[in-house]
Antibody
């Protein structure tokens, strides 16, 4: 059974860089698309972007200038970096897997709350 | 930018049927697959329907999906109190080349 687990700081200061890692267990990171999706408290889901296992990426245009997603196949992990954060970036961040770059997320991590505050 | 519109809330009695709509002002739903997710309180979303009307293994046939034109619909029959959750539709925005989600619908089983 594939399992995804997010890890990283739960508190980030404004203007700094948010960094999260998702560890994939129970399956290979190869041949899938690995995405980050976030959910501000009490609000809906927002797609951040993906990295294919080969390294190709795609980002939500609204966040593209601040986002980097990368895959480390040797560790079966992928990561998210979001720069210049503000309070508006406070959210639960989920990592997820899909077989297509067009969505259809079949496995999700449990999510991790990241708060942006000084 | 395409917006996927869902009703904020729907409700029905146990054992009844409910439908949740997902509509847009563009052609993304018409040209791409739609997925549906169930998010129980305090948990991560769970894939319910993919490729418009397919159910992943383990999802009961009480859940169904359909699509017509610029709208998609999630149907749930034999409602149970355990179905109380937020439901989201999702598709691909061909113009922006990104995944988009609907705003979500809160289902209450009275």
């Amino acid at each position: 059974q594939v399992k995804l687990q997010e890890s990283g700081p739960g508190l980030v200061k404004p203007s700094e860089t948010l960094s999260l890692t998702c560890t994939v267990s129970g399956g290979s990171i190869s041949s899938y698309y690995w995405s980050w999706i976030r959910q501000p408290p009490g609000k809906g889901l927002e797609y951040i972007g993906y990295s294919y296992y080969s390294g190709s990426t795609n980002y939500n245009p609204s966040l593209k200038s601040r986002v980097t997603i990368s895959v480390d196949t040797s560790k079966n992990q992928f990561s998210l970096k979001l720069s210049s954060v503000t309070a508006a970036d406070t959210a639960v961040y989920y990592c997820a897997r899909s077989g297509s770059y067009r969505g259809n997320f079949d496995y999700w991590g449990q999510g991790t709350l990241v708060t942006v505050s000084s | 930018q395409s917006v996927l519109t869902q009703p904020p809330s729907v409700s029905a009695a146990p054992g009844q049927k409910v439908t949740i709509s997902c509509s847009e002002n563009s052609s993304n739903i018409g040209n791409n697959y739609v997925s549906w997710y169930q998010q129980l309180p305090g948990t991560a979303p769970k894939l319910l329907i993919y490729d418009n009307n397919k159910r992943p293994s383990g999802i009961p046939d009480r859940f169904s999906g359909s699509k017509s034109g610029t709208s998609a619909t999630l149907g749930i029959t034999g409602l149970q109190t355990g179905d109380e959750a937020d439901y989201y539709c999702e598709t691909w925005d061909s113009s922006l080349s990104t995944v988009i989600f609907g705003g979500g619908t809160k289902l209450t089983v009275l």
